[in-house]
C-alpha cells in the first residue's frame, strides 16, 4: 500500500552501522545506482569532526621545488618513512649448480608500490603487496616510481628499506625525469642541477639529507627530458658532487639514457657517447651504470672491454631486461648475456621484476608466489636443478647465493610481510589480512633444497596457515615412510661458533627433529635435541652447538621426520643464540602527534616516541578499552606508528607501547602509556542524490542518501510523493502530477537530527510536452576548445565529448587541470556522465576524486552545480536540478586517486535542447 505526501522513515541499525564503516565502498554502490548532485565541501562526509590531518601518513613524492621546500621537522608523515634497521652484512654462499658466477651481481629496479603517491607508510589491510623476498640473488633494489602528476623524486617507503636491510641488501631511491610525450619539463632538471651563491648543488644536498634521514641508501638517476647541453654538463656536474658528499655506504646510480649533448639517445652499451656519466679520469661519477633494453650481445662485449679501459669493473655495469609486460616469458633472458664460454659479459639489471604480482598474477598472492620461484629460483623449485631447455631459467642459475646470517643472535619467524592473520607463540592475536613489511624477517636462501629419503615425496613452500610468530611459516607437505627423514637445508650461513651457542627450532605437525649444520669443510653436524617444550600446540626443540666449537658454520638446515602417510610440517620459528646479554631501555617521549578522522565513527590515531639506543628490535603496541579488555594493534621496528581504523569506544582508550628484543621477548615493566579520547560526537552529515531530476508522470525516481556512520535513522519529507518502496538509506518514488517538487530529508543520530532540503529539486512534466533529455554534447555546433591545457593533439579537449571511448582528453600539467563546453546556445542541462580512466581500459586509481561541474551563459559568471569528492567510480553520474546554460566547465581538484593526471574519455552533459522547459 503506497502512501502520499507523509513522512517516510527508516531506522538505521547495527547492521548498516558495521557496512557503513568503509563509506567510500557505501559511496561506490550508491553512486553505481543513483549517482550525484553534490558532496560536502570541505573534505567529505569522512572528515566529519576537527581532524589535525587529513590523510594518515604516506610515502613521499615529490617535485624539486618540493624537495627543496622538504624537512623532517616540517613534513608530518616524515617520521613514518623512517627506516631503524641498519644494512646488515653478508656473506656469499657457496656454489649450488656449476653455472653460478661469484662475481656477478643483480640490480632490480621494482615499482614496488602500485602507485607514486598515496603508498600508507606503513602498510595497510591488502595483503596483495610486493613483499619482496627472494634477497639473495639481489645485490642493490631501486625503488622505481615517478611520474609527472604524482612527483619524480621519490624515496622508498621506510617498509620497504626495513625489509631490504634486514636481509642485507641496500634500497634506493628513484629521480625520474619523464620523456616530454609523458609530461617531462625542461624546467624541472635546471631546477635540480641549480647551485646556490657558494656554488653548492643544493638540491644534491637535499637527496642525501632525505637518504640520511629516512635511512636507505642512494639514488638512481632517470633522466629521460631532453635538455641543452649545458644542463647535461650541470648535472653531471651534480652527480660528482653527490659522490663527493655522500657517505661510503651509498651509491648512485646512472640510467643510460641522456647523453652529454643533453639530447636523449639510448645506447644499449657504455661507449664513449655515455662513460661520462659513469667514470671520467679518476673520478668515479656513477657507482653503477643501467644499460638500456636496446643492447646487442656485440654490445656488451664493447661495454665489458670499456669499463676495463675506464679502469672499472664491467660488473657495475647492469644489462637491462625488460620484464614490465611479459615477465619470465619476454624475448630477453639472462642467456643472452653470456659470452662464448658462459660467463657473464656484465651484471644483471631486471626492470619491473614486480611483474610476478602486477601482470604476471593480476595482484592474487597464489599465483605471485608461483611466478616468483620461476623467475628466481627456476621451474624445478630447486637451485641446483638448472633446466637449460627452459627459455628462464631461474636467476639462481647465474649468480651465487648471499646471506646476512653473519652473526648470532639469529631469529626468524618465516614472516614474509604480509597476511591473513597474526600470531604471537601460536595464538591469534588480530584477524584479518594485512601487508606490513616491516616485520619481514630473513628469509631462507634456498628455495628448496630439499633432500627427501626413499619413499619421502615432501615439498616446500610458505603458507598463511598454522603460523606460530606474525603470518607465516615454512610448510612441508607430502607422503613420508615411518623413521625416514627429509633434510631442507634453509640457510647459508658465515658464523664462527665457540661451541657456547644454542638453538631453538619451533615445529608443527612433524614426528622428530634434527638440526643439520655444515662446517667451513662442508662437513654435516647432526645434532638431536637436548630439550623439549610444548607451546600452544608448537614443539619447540633446543640444541646445544658445543659440538661446533671452533667451527664455521656454513649452512643451517633440519632432518625432519613423519609418519607413514600424508604429512603437514609446518616450521615456525629458529633461534639461534650466544647468551649475549639484550639491553633493553624505558620507551620514554609517548605521544599522541594526531589523528586523522576516517567518519564520525571512525578515527586513526598517530603515535611517536622518543627512538631507542639499545637493542630494542621492535615495538608491540596495545590498545586498552575503558572496561580493560585489551588487544594487539600493531607492531613496528620503528618509533612512530599509526593505529588505523580505531573505532568509536566510550571512554579513553589507551595505548601501551611495549619494547622487544631480537628474541621476540617483551619487557612490559618498559612500557610507556598514552591516553585518548574520540571527539565528542556531533550530529549527523549527508547528502542525498537522485537518478533523474527530470521525468515524465508516473516515472519512478530513486533518492538515495549518503549519512554519517552513526546514523540511527533516516526520514523523507516528499509533498506529492506515491512510494514504490523503501530502504534503510534509500527511497524509489513516483509522482502522479506534473509540476515542481521538494525533497526533505531528515536523518538522527544519538547527538541528534539534521535536516537537508532541496526546494523544487524534481521536476515531473507531462508526456503530452514532448521533452526528450539526450547527451546534449551530440548536438551540431557543440565544442570543447578551451581549458587548462593537453599532452597532446591527440589528447585535447575534443576527445572528451566525442562520443569515442577510445579516445581521451588528458592533462598531466596542471594541478588544477579543467575544461569548458559550449553548447552552442543555451540549453535546459540536468545532469552530467563523468566517464573516467578505467573506461578506457586504465587503471581504476586514475578515476577522477574530487571535481565541480559549473554553468554559464557568459563565461563570466559561473554558478557551481556539482561538487563531487571522492569518487571512485569508472562513471560517475551527477543528476542536478534543471538550469539553463549555454557553457559548462568541468573543473578538477583531484585528478586521480593519488595523483593530478586528468585522463576524461568522456562528458555528457544531460538535457533538453530548448528554454523555458
Not at 250 to 267: E, H, K, R
Not at 795 to 807: R, V, W
Request: charged share 25%; hydrophobic share 35%.
Amino acid at each position: 500500500m503506497s502512501k502520499k505526501g507523509f513522512i517516510l522513515a527508516a531506522a538505521v541499525g547495527m547492521a548498516s552501522v558495521t557496512l557503513l564503516c568503509s563509506s567510500h565502498l557505501d559511496y561506490q554502490v550508491a553512486q553505481a545506482a543513483i549517482g550525484t548532485e553534490t558532496a560536502f565541501k570541505s573534505q567529505g562526509i569522512n572528515d566529519l569532526g576537527t581532524n589535525d590531518f587529513e590523510k594518515n601518513p604516506e610515502a613521499t613524492a615529490l617535485f624539486p621545488e618540493g624537495l627543496l621546500k622538504w624537512s623532517p621537522q616540517t613534513d608530518p608523515d616524515a617520521s613514518y618513512n623512517v627506516s631503524n634497521v641498519k644494512l646488515a652484512k653478508r656473506a656469499q654462499g657457496q656454489k649450488v649448480n656449476d653455472y653460478q658466477n661469484p662475481d656477478a651481481k643483480v640490480l632490480s629496479i621494482a615499482i614496488t608500490n602500485r602507485h607514486t603517491a598515496g603508498t600508507p607508510s606503513q602498510g595497510d589491510s591488502n595483503k596483495a603487496v610486493y613483499n619482496f623476498t627472494n634477497w639473495q640473488y639481489v645485490d642493490t633494489l631501486v625503488a622505481w616510481a615517478g611520474s609527472s602528476g604524482e612527483g619524480i623524486i621519490v624515496p622508498p617507503s621506510g617498509d620497504l628499506t626495513d625489509a631490504a636491510h634486514r636481509n642485507g641488501v641496500p634500497v634506493v631511491g628513484t629521480v625520474f625525469f619523464p620523456p616530454s610525450v609523458y609530461g617531462g619539463k625542461t624546467e624541472w632538471v635546471k631546477q635540480f642541477v641549480q647551485k646556490d651563491k657558494n656554488g653548492k648543488f643544493i638540491v644534491a644536498d637535499k637527496l642525501l639529507e632525505m637518504a640520511d634521514y629516512y635511512g636507505f641508501d642512494g639514488w638512481f638517476i632517470n633522466e629521460e627530458t631532453d635538455v641543452d647541453e649545458q644542463t647535461a654538463h650541470d648535472l653531471r656536474d651534480m652527480m660528482v658532487y653527490l659522490n663527493e658528499h655522500k657517505k661510503s655506504s651509498q651509491q648512485i646510480i646512472w640510467y643510460d639514457a641522456m647523453l652529454p649533448s643533453g639530447d636523449v639517445t639510448w645506447q644499449g652499451a657504455l661507449n664513449d657517447e655515455n662513460s661520462s656519466f659513469f667514470q671520467q679520469g679518476d673520478k668515479s661519477i656513477a657507482d653503477k651504470m643501467f644499460i638500456d633494453f636496446r643492447w646487442t650481445k656485440d654490445k656488451l662485449s664493447s661495454s665489458n672491454k670499456e669499463a676495463f679501459k675506464l679502469g672499472r669493473n664491467p660488473y657495475d655495469l647492469f644489462a637491462g631486461i625488460d620484464l614490465q609486460a611479459n615477465g619470465i616469458n619476454s624475448s630477453r633472458n639472462p642467456e643472452m648475456l653470456l659470452d662464448e664460454s658462459g660467463k657473464l659479459k656484465t651484471s644483471i639489471g631486471l626492470y619491473c621484476p614486480d611483474w610476478t604480482l602486477r601482470d604476471g598474477a593480476n595482484y592474487d598472492v597464489d599465483k605471485y608466489w608461483e611466478n616468483e620461484q620461476k623467475m628466481w629460483t627456476n621451474a624445478n623449485n630447486d637451485p641446483r636443478k638448472v633446466d637449460t631447455s627452459q627459455n628462464w631459467q631461474g636467476i639462481s642459475k647465474y649468480v651465487v647465493e648471499k646471506t646476512p646470517v653473519t652473526q648470532f643472535p639469529f631469529v626468524t619467524n618465516f614472516n614474509v610481510g604480509n597476511g591473513d592473520n597474526y600470531y604471537k607463540n601460536g595464538q591469534l592475536m588480530t584477524s584479518g589480512a594485512y601487508n606490513n613489511r616491516s616485520i619481514q624477517d630473513i628469509l631462507p636462501t634456498y628455495r628448496w633444497i630439499l633432500d627427501n629419503a626413499k619413499g619421502n615425496k615432501l615439498s616446500a613452500k610458505f603458507s598463511y596457515k598454522n603460523v606460530f610468530n606474525g603470518g607465516s611459516s615454512v610448510e612441508l607437505s607430502g607422503d613420508m615412510k615411518n623413521n625416514a627423514a627429509s633434510y631442507i637445508k634453509l640457510y647459508a650461513s658465515d658464523v664462527k661458533a665457540t661451541g657456547s651457542e644454542s638453538a631453538k627450532i619451533v615445529v608443527k605437525g612433524e614426528k622428530n627433529l634434527e638440526l643439520v649444520l655444515t662446517d667451513e669443510n662442508d662437513k654435516k653436524v647432526t645434532l638431536d635435541a637436548n630439550k623439549y617444550d610444548n607451546i600452544n600446540g608448537w614443539h619447540e626443540y633446543g640444541f646445544s652447538l658445543s659440538k661446533l666449537a671452533g667451527k664455521t658454520i656454513k649452512s643451517i638446515g633440519l632432518n625432519v621426520y613423519g609418519s607413514t602417510g600424508e604429512n603437514q610440517i609446518n616450521i615456525g620459528s629458529m633461534t639461534f643464540s650466544n647468551g649475549q646479554f639484550q639491553r633493553i631501555n624505558n620507551v620514554t617521549g609517548l605521544k599522541v602527534q594526531g589523528k586523522t578522522v576516517t567518519d564520525d565513527m571512525t578515527e586513526n590515531v598517530r603515535l611517536q616516541w622518543d627512538k631507542a639506543n639499545d637493542d630494542t628490535a621492535g615495538y608491540n603496541i596495545y590498545q586498552r578499552k575503558s572496561n580493560g579488555h585489551t588487544t594487539l594493534a600493531g607492531t613496528t621496528s620503528n618509533n612512530a606508528f599509526t593505529i588505523t581504523n580505531e573505532k568509536r569506544s566510550e571512554g579513553v582508550i589507551e595505548y601501551i607501547v611495549t619494547p622487544k628484543d631480537i628474541f621476540n621477548n617483551e619487557y612490559s615493566h618498559k612500557s610507556a602509556t598514552t591516553s585518548y579520547t574520540f571527539n565528542v560526537l556531533e550530529k549527523p552529515e549527508a547528502i542525498f542524490s537522485s537518478t533523474s531530476t527530470f521525468v515524465k508522470a508516473g516515472e519512478e525516481v530513486t533518492l538515495a542518501a549518503k549519512v554519517s556512520p552513526s546514523t540511527q535513522s533516516v526520514e523523507w519529507e516528499i509533498p506529492g510523493a506515491e512510494v514504490v518502496s523503501q530502504t534503510e538509506k534509500g527511497i524509489t518514488v513516483k509522482f502522479a502530477k506534473a509540476g515542481q517538487y521538494s525533497v526533505n530529508c531528515k536523518v538522527t543520530n544519538a547527538a541528534g537530527t539534521t535536516e537537508v532540503r532541496k526546494a523544487d529539486y524534481i521536476t515531473v512534466y507531462d508526456e503530452s510536452a514532448g521533452y526528450s533529455v539526450q547527451d546534449l554534447t551530440k548536438l551540431d555546433g557543440v565544442s570543447a576548445t578551451e581549458g587548462s591545457g593537453f599532452t597532446n593533439e591527440n589528447e585535447d579537449f575534443s576527445h572528451a565529448i566525442d562520443g569515442d571511448l577510445t579516445t581521451k582528453w588528458c592533462d598531466n600539467s596542471h594541478e588544477n587541470p579543467f575544461m569548458i563546453v559550449d553548447l552552442g546556445n543555451t540549453k535546459t542541462i540536468t545532469g552530467f556522465e563523468l566517464y573516467n580512466a578505467a573506461t578506457g581500459g586504465e587503471d581504476s586509481a586514475w578515476n577522477t576524486k574530487d571535481y565541480d561541474i559549473l554553468v554559464s551563459n557568459d563565461k563570466q559568471n559561473w554558478t557551481t552545480v556539482v561538487e563531487h569528492r571522492n569518487n571512485t567510480l569508472d562513471i560517475s553520474k551527477d543528476a542536478i536540478s534543471k538550469t539553463e546554460a549555454r557553457y559548462v566547465k568541468l573543473f578538477i581538484h583531484k585528478a586521480e586517486q593519488s595523483g593530478n593526471t586528468a585522463r576524461i574519455y568522456g562528458f555528457k552533459i544531460m538535457g533538453v535542447d530548448q528554454t523555458g522547459v
